[in-house]
């Protein structure tokens, strides 16, 4: 495994064990040259799996980049790791259980609003925003008016 600090090949697994859900292998690892401490994942993949784009490109299912928009949205709001990590195998595993191999953006996202809605509302609307492409204060009030008629919450204005 690459040291990601120095990039050096040479790196060594201290410590393993499984995730809290049993879903992968948390490796602890260090660089044998610039001794910088990492932490790696080890998931079962079942296959690859490409994602439609809206444009019509195709790319590969990248968990990583995933990850990375969930994070963007959950930045600065206080949830644990481990449901963040939770909540993101399980869209994959939804995804992966689908049987298609090719998979809409789309049909992401609507897993990721399902995930982050049950997790933080903040974050829910954030990632709203940038999924449904909000360009003015209006679109905001619009999504969450539809989110009150759609779950019958108050909401106070």
């Not at 079962?44 to 195709?58: E, F, N, P, T």
């Not at 790791?81 to 789309?106: A, K, P």
């Not at 990721?112 to 209006?138: P, Q």
């Amino acid at each position: 495994m690459r040291c990601p600090y120095c990039t050096n090949l040479d790196t060594q697994v201290k410590d393993s064990r499984p995730t809290e859900d049993s879903n992968a292998i948390r490796r602890r690892r260090v660089c044998n040259d610039c001794g910088g401490r990492f932490t790696t994942f080890e998931r079962v993949q079942l296959r690859d799996l490409i994602v439609v784009k809206k444009s019509g490109r195709k790319v590969v299912f990248d968990r990583e980049k995933l990850s990375r928009s969930i994070g963007t949205a959950l930045r600065k709001r206080s949830v644990e790791t481990e449901r963040v990590e939770r909540m993101i195998s399980g869209i994959v595993r939804q995804l992966e259980s689908l049987g298609e191999v090719e998979i809409d953006s789309d049909k992401i996202g609507e897993y990721v609003m399902d995930g982050l809605k049950g997790l933080d509302d903040v974050a829910f609307v954030r990632f709203a925003s940038v999924y449904k492409n909000f360009s003015a204060a209006e679109d905001f009030v619009s999504f969450l008016a539809d989110l009150d008629e759609t779950n019958g919450d108050v909401i106070d204005e």
